[in-house]
């Protein structure tokens, strides 16, 4: 008999076999992450289970409650028999009534978790750099307390110590709210762990910060990774953040000028930044500048519509359109709903249904995933003209253009 149930410390050892087949990555069962774990069970036997994190997903300034889903593995035997959706409409049903407003998840199956309500969101792009090509420090940008740590010192950028870390967090805070998409846990171990730390093959993970009076004006999280096979002409390492995080211009010259100091021996500088490069590509300025060629792109999916409008900050818009969603997993998301918004303040509520059909005309609901991809921003209102989903002389274009205005949504982070 199939069971959805939570995990146990009795099934660290099964989990730790699934988790090795379905990502081969060996991993220790005792740093396997048994909170929140949701798992399927054929009688006794473990065969499929995923994971929900607890995020803030910055929008328009301001967090959302979002559900982060990793780990969704089923045994080969298993896979066809719809067990993972079964599994993520439990776990999804679970985050909606636990409060958060969306989820976002890094797909392997693209299908299965549109039929579930998500569509793309977002990008996880990573930048190229030649190290050689980084702007050098000036002399004011010298400390002589600096540590080199192996990098050859740096503008004011410092080894991290253990008093850094709510200093971090608030820096990437200040960071993050003027992007569109990051996520950031308050679990302190989390991003020891994930960020400054990470548990994996890389080599030396390593974090500096560079102060700004009693705060954090910026820092980096990385690791060296070899360049490519040794004795191919291709020796040496590459430095990769998994953050890069700078407030002003001051901590951005730290950091760069940091990195520049492992040029006798490191190649290149690879991080995770906004689709526009900026201002990362405005102070490197180099003609080897460059984006990895594979995309990573994160899925979204909305749980609690008039939560999730209500959560996210917006431009300055003014208007009102009564949206209407079709959503198979939640019917409470249909709406329609009534949303307005003045100098970047929206309320949402219930519109009367007669009402809503002389305002829209023939307007069709729009689906989940659709408006998913709309409310990160991913999607504007033309995209989703172009895909049927609204018609060309839909009166409401002008203000949902206005209102989920803003950059393209990405974030640093991989889970």
Known sequence: MVEIRLAGEGDRDALASL????????????????????????????VASA????????????????????????????????LASALLRALLREERASGRAISALYPTATALYRSLGYEFGGVRLQFRAPISELPARGRDDRDDDDDDGGGGGGGGARQMEATDLEGVMNCFSRFASAHNGPVQSPDRDWWHDHVLA????????RAVVVPSGEAVGGYASYYLEPWGPV???????????????????????ALLGYFRGFENAALE???YGP????????AIGSNGFSVKSDLTRWMTRVLDVPLALRSRGYPQARGEAVVEIDDNLF??????????????????????????????????????GLFSALYTGFASPAD???????????GRLPFLSALFAGPVPWMPDFF
């Open 198 to 205: 990470p548990k994996s093959d890389k080599n030396l993970p």
């Open 51 to 82: 994971r929900p994190i607890a995020y803030d997903q910055w929008f328009g300034g301001q967090r959302t409650p979002c559900a982060g889903v990793a780990g969704v593995a089923v045994l080969p035997e298993y896979r066809g028999q719809g």
């Open 331 to 368: 019917p409470d998301n249909a709406g329609p709903w009534l949303v307005q918004a003045d100098a970047g303040q929206v309320s949402v509520e219930p519109a009367d249904a007669a009402k809503a059909a002389q305002r829209q005309g023939a307007a069709k609901p729009l689906p989940i």
């Open 384 to 394: 989703l003209v172009v895909v049927g989903a609204l018609d060309e002389d839909d």
């Open 19 to 46: 988790l090795d087949l379905a990502f081969n990555m060996r991993r220790s069962a005792a740093d396997i992450q048994l909170l929140h774990r949701l798992c399927v069970f054929d009688g006794e036997r473990l």
């Open 269 to 271: 500088l690879a991080w």
């Open 231 to 253: 004795g191919l002409g291709q020796d040496g390492y590459k430095v990769v953040c998994n953050h890069l995080v700078f407030e002003d211009a001051r901590a951005l010259r």
């Open 275 to 282: 689709p526009s490069t900026s201002p990362m590509g405005l």
